[in-house]
């Protein structure tokens, strides 16, 4: 590449419906977080639904998250260094309910102007560019001061709130693609 | 500053495309909430790899047998806007096999599942940004997108990068490859340049001898100057 053509970012395509030979393929990554990392248990139940508010059985959902203390893990600094006991990162593929569940920690707050949050990124076949969202938490006192949540029009902002399904540990979010109450989105 | 949303324009496929009949349940209507990019950067933690085996970069030893088909080197450089390199990052591929069969239930095309070859790898990149796969050349397969469609052969890419906006996940396809130009999913890039830029190579360089050629596929991830004290190309 010369001058005259600048590095551009290389365009994205789909994850297509087979990701599961690769990226997709462990389940191991639905355990965000070891039993010994401190932290508030729960069970983060993601479920993404289309247009027609069917199940979409073939998404690669990916989390991201802080630890308890609000402290994003270390990214290790070498090939060979272990990977911590708590990753901040999850990876699993829905299943036939169009769900998939992460064994993780309630996240902290990262700084003053953030509540509590983890990020979600969605890949699947008909989605030429991937989705990035948040998952906030019903009911948080901290959802009033959150910077990004306040770039959301407000009657759109329950899109990104889990909330309690009622077992004491599971948490649940209803990603809608299309429709009246279609997820909210995010350009990073 | 380059407007990262300009540079794009063309490069980057719609959400919602039509002849690809899959985007329209599914690609969002409400448009995307723009994140300042002081908030982005706030997206971290990174995710930095899983445990790489000594077999994960090499797709044609991962099994008791040699898999069929045209054995093919895929390498390349990761680089960010800035053309630097992106070091120690993971990459993962996925594809079929030389028959156009995913190793995959849900794969029903009528051709024959290889016994050797799961069709699946990852790396880290190097100091330089450098990656390297040996594997099969995939072979076309038809799919129900269209009368007679049929994806041209491609290799599919994961890549993290350091930061959330990093994020990649592509294809990269082989040069001259008529399918190409009746692929929703290719066309779905608008820029004919973008559109060669998910094109592999064919490289002499990364050729070996009486084993394999080799084919160049370089990838360029967004953002720039993520650390901007570290060494420069």
Redesign the interface.
């Known amino acids: 590449?010369s001058e005259r053509d600048?590095?551009?970012?290389?365009?994205?395509?789909?994850?297509?419906?087979?990701?599961?030979?690769?990226?997709g393929?462990?389940d191991t990554?639905g355990h965000v977080a070891g039993p010994d990392v401190p932290g508030e248990r729960l069970r983060l139940r993601i479920q993404v639904l289309?247009?027609?508010a069917?199940p979409?059985n073939?998404a690669m959902v990916?989390i991201?998250?802080?630890d308890a203390s609000g402290a994003?893990?270390a990214?290790?600094?070498?090939?060979d260094?272990p990977?911590p006991a708590f990753?901040?990162?999850g990876r699993l593929p829905t299943s036939e309910d169009g769900s998939c569940c992460f064994d993780t920690i309630r996240p902290g707050a990262?700084?003053s102007d953030?509540a509590p949050h983890v990020?979600l990124?969605l890949?699947?076949?008909?989605?030429?560019?991937?989705?990035?969202t948040r998952v906030y938490f019903e009911g948080d006192p901290a959802l009033e001061h959150d910077?990004?949540l306040a770039?959301?029009p407000a009657d759109?902002r329950g899109t990104l709130l889990a909330r309690p399904a009622g077992d004491g540990v599971t948490w649940e979010l209803v990603v809608r693609?299309?429709g009246d109450r279609?997820?909210?989105?995010?350009?990073? | 500053m380059i407007d990262r949303r300009a540079l794009e324009a063309g490069s980057q496929p719609p959400l919602l495309y039509p002849p690809y009949k899959s985007t329209v349940k599914r690609a969002p209507a409400q448009p995307l909430v723009i994140v300042p990019e002081r908030f982005a950067a706030l997206a971290a933690p990174v995710y930095g790899y899983l445990p790489i085996g000594e077999t994960d970069n090499d797709l044609t030893r991962q099994h008791a047998g040699e898999p069929q088909g045209e054995r093919i080197i895929v390498a390349g450089r990761v680089v960010d806007e800035d053309g630097r390199p992106v070091r120690h990052t993971l990459v993962e591929l996925w594809q079929c096999n030389a028959a156009g069969r995913y190793r995959h239930a849900r794969d029903n095309h009528p051709a024959p599942v290889d016994p050797h070859f799961t069709g699946a790898g990852r790396t880290i990149t190097d100091a330089e940004g450098r990656y390297r796969f040996v594997t099969i050349k995939p072979g076309a397969y038809p799919w129900g997108n269209h009368d007679n469609a049929w994806r041209p052969a491609h290799i599919h890419f994961s890549l993290f990068g350091p930061s959330l906006a990093t994020r990649l996940v592509t294809q990269m396809y082989f040069p001259s490859d008529p399918l190409c130009a009746y692929d929703p999913m290719f066309q779905s890039v608008r820029d004919p340049r973008a559109q060669q830029r998910l094109v592999s190579a064919f490289d002499l360089s990364l050729t070996e001898p009486n084993w394999a050629l080799g084919y160049r596929f370089d990838i360029v991830l967004r953002g720039r100057a993520s650390t901007p004290f570290e060494g420069r190309v």
């Open positions: 590449m600048p590095f551009i970012a290389s365009s994205s395509q789909t994850v297509g419906p087979f990701f599961h030979v690769g990226p393929a462990s990554c289309d247009g027609d069917a979409v073939d990916e991201q998250q802080a994003s893990a990214t290790p600094a070498a090939p260094d990977v990753s901040g990162f990262a700084a953030q990020t990124c890949f699947m076949r008909g989605l030429l560019r991937h989705l990035v910077a990004i770039l959301v759109r693609l299309q279609e997820t909210v989105f995010f350009d990073v």
